[in-house]
């Protein structure tokens, strides 16, 4: 297997202020990684020392096994072969599309036009856009073409910081499909930085979850989904479902009932994390489901989020529920719920008994 | 963007830069201090000066009453209403900003001789000085949300109550900052009232000094004078921070709404032509009116040979281009620092250059001549003094124009030209240059043609034989030879208005460059 980038116990402060503290990760060779965060929490921060327009204050970067930066030393920019895609593309303005696409290649190749239309073709662009000026193209066009620009001289990583967030919803499925399956023609190594949960956890074969300058959890999407390192994390994901509940020999007993554990090895008292399209609703009991009432119904169109009542030991408790928008419960109805697949559960740190009762 | 430290080599350019503009200052400070406190007060606590403060402040109070209501009025007709012929009104508009103010004054004087008193001042001053508050007033009802005045409409309010309430309020910081610029100018400018033989704080300075009196009282009047321009600046950085403030919007925003003029129209036109007639029909009338007339229509020393003004338009170009060079290679460093670093050094050094932008002419010239009378002996009167002077007053207008080319240049690019295999001089040369040239040639024009109109460093600085075009009107005109003056204010005026024109045509937008005149110092 190929080398791709490593990275150990990286650390970079502005002033005062930490924004990275020891964060280490590898992206094998040919993948892409996301890496998701709130803004703040030192994503931009993390593609710019890998770029090398910042030098890290402690930790190293290894690219396809040679040292790009130790500590303070580093190698600058031009040399590191890493490709960068700006949030806004940094199309350069003074030059066309071909001009742009061409720009880190040699003078014979730039007059050449060399791989012009290979690229424009791999991003699905017509062949007609190399003579148009950068202004003269759509947002989503314009983040196409940053990206032949920089898949151009073919580099040994990819970075993409936030590149389809100035982007309106439908632009941005259609350039985050496009840039994706470029991206895997090319067999390029990738790193996504991207505030947008949806487009880490589609895009990434791994992703990473950065907090406040630390690298919270990095596992393939799916894991990261449904067994998140802590509740904090699980909600950041996504919406979750969380009750008390007390746990034993790979189950735990909660309002929904008694649920398979993912991790077989929790015990005692813990808080249950269940992700709301895992409840299931029936009009008569079945196997192992709690009744329930139905408070209020959001309609979204292709699905719904319910709020249902679970009474447990004499106490209503809150729990939600996605479901898909055709058949939908009537508010003040009884059901039935039922709890698909496994759950994660937290062991409260040293909590105090709040979430006990 | 902050993470990096400036070079040492950067920050020593820009401190020179910094102590350049501060040295002129610098001289004033010490040799008013010279006096002593009761030759000071002797010479300050005198029905003089409350005269020259009395004279000076009435005619800024004037001046911006008569400026803030014509450059209000002619934005609204131009911007928000039914006008005929808008766009060539709003050019004719911003005309009179390319014609010199002293200019302007030869023409006045040359028409009438009764035009030397404070009516004649405050014409000359309200007709070269209301685009000032024209333009960003324009800018201002441009960019108003129509949303606004819709909302007021629909809340039960007349178009006078309107205008009154939701308009005027939302003008009020271009407006403000458009008189405090008139008032910055007023107070600086020396050539214009010179010719109308009205008496300011400059036109006394440069008369003590010409009396011979010791730098002392020179130098005490002109503190006052720095006072009063420092306070102006102040008010009018305050002022234009907040009107940034005020622009900031998101979104594609309707055009602002026009109001029909109905039985206003013809006025309404026919005022526009009145107002056209007097700043732009007047001088270059009159100029065009003097050529015609043969060399000793008005008592003419020497009449102008074409020898004459080719030989003092050639001055005026080598100074010029030398001025612009010096400007230039001091705006650069600052402007780098400015774009691309920040922290209390830059703000500080940054601050310093635009503080040159109140210190008038005279008392940069003063205090350079008094400096090198005294101890360096060898600069007096040579032409890298007047260059350097030069310098001084118009880095503000430099650094307005490098500081917009290097934004041109957005960080953004030029680290994608590094993580594309660029060195950092390669990125210079292929992104950063490429995108700020055109900027900066258009500051480099913009300062080349402010020194080949400026007079009063010219006239006490220029080494003996060296006559520019600018100090032949001046002299001409000293001596009522309105005709032998003509060539060279008919030199002036179409080299400064075809800078302008060419300048608002290769950069599109007329405003921007436009813009950049409004930091002109006089």
Same mark, same amino acid.
């Given at each position: 297997?190929?080398?791709?980038?490593?990275i150990?116990?990286?650390?970079?402060s502005?002033?005062a202020?930490?924004?990275?503290?020891?964060?280490?990760?590898?992206v094998?060779?040919?993948?892409?990684?996301?890496?998701?965060?709130?803004s703040g929490?030192?994503?931009?921060?993390?593609?710019?020392?890998?770029a090398?327009?910042?030098?890290?204050?402690?930790?190293?970067?290894?690219?396809a096994?040679?040292?790009?930066?130790?500590?303070?030393k580093?190698?600058?920019?031009?040399?590191?072969?890493?490709?960068?895609?700006?949030?806004e593309?940094?199309?350069?303005?003074?030059l066309?599309?071909?001009?742009?696409?061409?720009?880190?290649?040699?003078r014979?190749?730039?007059?050449?036009?060399? *791989? =012009?239309?290979?690229? #424009?073709?791999? +991003?699905? $662009?017509p &062949?007609?856009y190399?003579?148009? %000026?950068? /202004?003269?193209?759509?947002?989503?066009?314009?983040?196409?073409?940053?990206?032949?620009?920089?898949?151009?001289?073919?580099p040994?990583?990819?970075?993409?910081?936030e590149?389809?967030?100035?982007?309106?919803?439908?632009l941005r499925?259609?350039?985050?499909?496009?840039?994706?399956?470029?991206?895997?023609?090319?067999?390029?190594?990738?790193?996504?930085?991207?505030?947008?949960?949806?487009?880490a956890?589609?895009?990434?074969?791994?992703?990473?979850?950065?907090q406040?300058g630390?690298?919270?959890?990095?596992s393939?999407?799916?894991?990261?989904y449904?067994?998140?390192?802590?509740?904090?994390?699980?909600?950041?994901?996504?919406?979750a479902?969380?009750l008390?509940?007390?746990?034993?020999?790979g *189950? =735990?007993?909660?309002? #929904?009932?008694? +649920?398979t $554990?993912? &991790?077989?090895?929790i015990q005692? %008292?813990v /808080?249950?994390m269940?992700?709301?399209?895992?409840?299931?609703?029936f009009?008569?009991?079945?196997?192992?489901?709690?009744?329930?009432?139905?408070?209020?119904?959001?309609?979204?169109?292709?699905?719904?989020?319910?709020?249902?009542?679970?009474?447990?030991a004499?106490q209503?408790?809150?729990?939600?529920?996605?479901l898909f928008?055709?058949?939908?419960?009537?508010p003040?109805?009884?059901?039935?719920l039922?709890?698909?697949?496994?759950?994660?559960?937290?062991?409260?740190?040293?909590?105090p008994?709040?979430q006990?009762? | 963007?902050?993470?990096r430290?400036?070079?040492?080599?950067?920050?020593?350019?820009?401190?020179?830069?910094?102590?350049?503009?501060?040295?002129?200052?610098g001289?004033?400070?010490?040799?008013?201090?010279?006096?002593?406190?009761?030759?000071?007060?002797?010479?300050?606590?005198?029905?003089?000066?409350?005269?020259?403060?009395?004279n000076?402040l009435?005619?800024?109070?004037?001046?911006?009453?008569s400026?803030?209501?014509i450059?209000?009025?002619?934005a609204?007709l131009?911007?928000?209403?039914?006008l005929?012929a808008?766009?060539?009104?709003?050019?004719?508009?911003?005309?009179?900003l390319?014609?010199?103010?002293?200019?302007?004054?030869y023409?006045?004087v040359?028409?009438?001789?009764g035009?030397?008193?404070?009516?004649?001042?405050?014409?000359?001053?309200t007709?070269?000085?209301?685009?000032?508050?024209?333009?960003?007033?324009?800018?201002?009802?441009?960019?108003?949300?129509?949303a606004?005045?819709e909302?007021?409409r629909?809340?039960?309010l007349?178009?006078?109550?309107m205008f009154?309430?939701?308009?005027?309020?939302?003008?009020?910081?271009?407006l403000?900052?458009?008189?405090?610029?008139?008032?910055?100018?007023v107070?600086?400018?020396?050539?214009?009232?010179?010719?109308?033989?009205?008496?300011?704080?400059?036109t006394?300075?440069?008369?003590?000094?010409?009396?011979?009196f010791s730098?002392?009282?020179p130098?005490?009047l002109?503190m006052?004078?720095l006072?009063?321009?420092?306070?102006?600046?102040t008010?009018?950085f305050?002022?234009?921070?907040?009107?940034?403030?005020g622009?900031?919007?998101?979104?594609?925003?309707?055009?602002?709404?026009?109001?029909?003029?109905?039985?206003w129209?013809?006025?309404?036109?026919?005022?526009f032509?009145?107002?056209?007639?007097?700043?732009?029909?007047?001088?270059?009338?009159?100029?065009?009116?003097?050529?015609?007339?043969?060399?000793?229509a008005?008592?003419?020393?020497?009449?102008?040979?074409?020898?004459?003004?080719?030989?003092?338009?050639?001055?005026?170009i080598?100074?010029?281009?030398a001025?612009?060079?010096?400007t230039?290679a001091?705006?650069?460093p600052?402007g780098?620092?400015a774009?691309?670093?920040?922290?209390?050094?830059?703000?500080?050094?940054?601050?310093?250059?635009?503080l040159?932008?109140?210190?008038?002419?005279?008392?940069?010239?003063?205090?350079l001549?008094?400096?090198?009378?005294?101890?360096?002996?060898?600069?007096?009167e040579?032409?890298?003094?007047?260059?350097?002077?030069?310098?001084?007053?118009?880095?503000?207008?430099a650094?307005?124009?490098?500081?917009?080319?290097l934004?041109?240049a957005?960080?953004?690019?030029?680290e994608?030209?590094?993580s594309?295999g660029?060195g950092r001089?390669?990125v210079?040369l292929?992104?950063?240059?490429?995108l700020?040239?055109?900027?900066?040639?258009?500051?480099?024009?913009l300062?080349?043609?402010a020194?080949?109109?400026?007079?009063?460093?010219?006239?006490?600085?220029a080494?003996?034989?060296?006559?520019?075009l600018?100090t032949?009107?001046?002299?001409?005109t000293?001596?009522?030879?309105?005709?032998?003056?003509?060539?060279?204010?008919?030199?002036?005026?179409?080299?400064?208005?075809g800078a302008?024109?060419?300048?608002a045509g290769?950069?599109g937008?007329a405003?921007?460059v436009?813009?950049?005149?409004?930091?002109r110092?006089?």
């Amino acid at each position: 297997m190929m080398q791709g980038l490593e990275i150990s116990s990286l650390a970079k402060s502005f002033g005062a202020t930490p924004v990275l503290r020891d964060v280490s990760f590898s992206v094998p060779a040919g993948s892409l990684t996301a890496i998701l965060g709130a803004s703040g929490s030192g994503k931009t921060t993390l593609l710019r020392l890998i770029a090398g327009f910042e030098a890290p204050d402690a930790g190293e970067i290894k690219l396809a096994g040679a040292l790009l930066a130790s500590g303070a030393k580093m190698q600058p920019p031009e040399r590191r072969a890493i490709g960068y895609v700006a949030q806004e593309g940094a199309l350069f303005p003074h030059l066309n599309v071909a001009d742009n696409i061409t720009f880190g290649l040699s003078r014979a190749a730039r007059r050449g036009r060399h *791989r =012009v239309a290979e690229l #424009l073709h791999l +991003l699905d $662009l017509p &062949d007609c856009y190399a003579d148009r %000026a950068p /202004q003269a193209l759509s947002g989503g066009q314009q983040q196409r073409v940053a990206l032949a620009r920089a898949l151009a001289p073919n580099p040994k990583l990819v970075l993409l910081d936030e590149p389809f967030s100035a982007l309106d919803a439908g632009l941005r499925a259609e350039t985050r499909q496009a840039v994706a399956a470029a991206l895997r023609a090319a067999g390029a190594t990738a790193i996504l930085v991207t505030h947008d949960q949806e487009e880490a956890l589609s895009m990434g074969a791994q992703v990473g979850v950065l907090q406040a300058g630390s690298l919270a959890q990095l596992s393939a999407p799916e894991r990261l989904y449904r067994q998140p390192a802590s509740a904090d994390l699980a909600n950041f994901l996504g919406e979750a479902v969380f009750l008390p509940g007390l746990a034993a020999a790979g *189950r =735990v007993d909660c309002a #929904l009932g008694a +649920l398979t $554990l993912a &991790d077989r090895t929790i015990q005692g %008292a813990v /808080q249950v994390m269940v992700r709301p399209e895992q409840i299931r609703v029936f009009a008569q009991a079945r196997d192992a489901s709690v009744a329930a009432r139905v408070r209020d119904v959001t309609f979204f169109g292709h699905d719904a989020l319910v709020r249902f009542a679970v009474r447990e030991a004499g106490q209503d408790r809150d729990v939600t529920a996605r479901l898909f928008s055709h058949s939908l419960p009537r508010p003040e109805a009884d059901v039935w719920l039922q709890v698909e697949g496994d759950v994660a559960a937290f062991v409260p740190s040293a909590a105090p008994a709040l979430q006990g009762g | 963007m902050a993470a990096r430290r400036p070079s040492a080599g950067l920050l020593a350019a820009c401190c020179a830069a910094s102590a350049l503009v501060l040295l002129p200052l610098g001289v004033t400070v010490w040799n008013a201090a010279d006096a002593g406190g009761e030759v000071a007060a002797a010479l300050l606590w005198r029905p003089l000066t409350g005269f020259l403060l009395l004279n000076t402040l009435r005619l800024i109070g004037c001046a911006v009453i008569s400026t803030g209501l014509i450059g209000t009025a002619l934005a609204w007709l131009v911007e928000r209403t039914d006008l005929r012929a808008r766009r060539v009104w709003s050019i004719l508009a911003v005309v009179p900003l390319a014609i010199p103010p002293f200019i302007t004054s030869y023409a006045w004087v040359s028409l009438s001789p009764g035009l030397e008193n404070f009516g004649g001042a405050l014409l000359v001053v309200t007709v070269a000085y209301y685009p000032l508050v024209y333009l960003p007033v324009a800018a201002a009802l441009r960019e108003m949300d129509p949303a606004l005045e819709e909302t007021a409409r629909a809340l039960g309010l007349g178009r006078a109550a309107m205008f009154g309430r939701i308009i005027l309020p939302q003008l009020r910081p271009a407006l403000l900052g458009g008189v405090l610029l008139v008032a910055l100018d007023v107070l600086v400018e020396f050539g214009a009232f010179a010719l109308l033989r009205f008496r300011t704080f400059t036109t006394a300075i440069y008369g003590a000094y010409r009396a011979g009196f010791s730098g002392a009282e020179p130098a005490l009047l002109a503190m006052v004078l720095l006072v009063l321009c420092i306070a102006c600046l102040t008010a009018e950085f305050f002022v234009r921070g907040r009107a940034r403030y005020g622009r900031l919007g998101r979104g594609a925003r309707r055009r602002a709404a026009i109001y029909p003029l109905g039985r206003w129209h013809g006025p309404a036109q026919a005022g526009f032509a009145v107002w056209a007639a007097l700043t732009i029909g007047v001088p270059l009338g009159m100029i065009i009116y003097w050529l015609a007339q043969p060399g000793d229509a008005a008592t003419a020393p020497v009449a102008a040979s074409f020898g004459a003004v080719a030989r003092a338009a050639w001055s005026s170009i080598y100074l010029g281009a030398a001025g612009a060079a010096l400007t230039m290679a001091l705006a650069l460093p600052l402007g780098v620092l400015a774009t691309r670093y920040d922290g209390w050094l830059v703000t500080a050094l940054e601050r310093s250059a635009y503080l040159a932008q109140s210190i008038p002419g005279i008392v940069v010239a003063l205090a350079l001549v008094s400096l090198t009378v005294h101890t360096l002996r060898p600069l007096y009167e040579s032409t890298p003094l007047l260059v350097a002077a030069y310098a001084v007053l118009f880095l503000p207008l430099a650094l307005v124009g490098v500081r917009a080319a290097l934004t041109q240049a957005q960080p953004a690019l030029e680290e994608a030209g590094r993580s594309l295999g660029l060195g950092r001089t390669a990125v210079l040369l292929r992104v950063s240059l490429p995108l700020a040239a055109p900027g900066l040639g258009a500051a480099a024009a913009l300062v080349f043609i402010a020194v080949t109109t400026e007079l009063t460093a010219t006239l006490l600085l220029a080494p003996i034989g060296t006559q520019t075009l600018a100090t032949q009107v001046w002299a001409d005109t000293s001596t009522l030879a309105f005709a032998a003056a003509a060539p060279y204010a008919a030199v002036m005026a179409v080299m400064s208005m075809g800078a302008a024109w060419l300048l608002a045509g290769r950069f599109g937008t007329a405003d921007r460059v436009k813009g950049q005149a409004l930091a002109r110092p006089a």
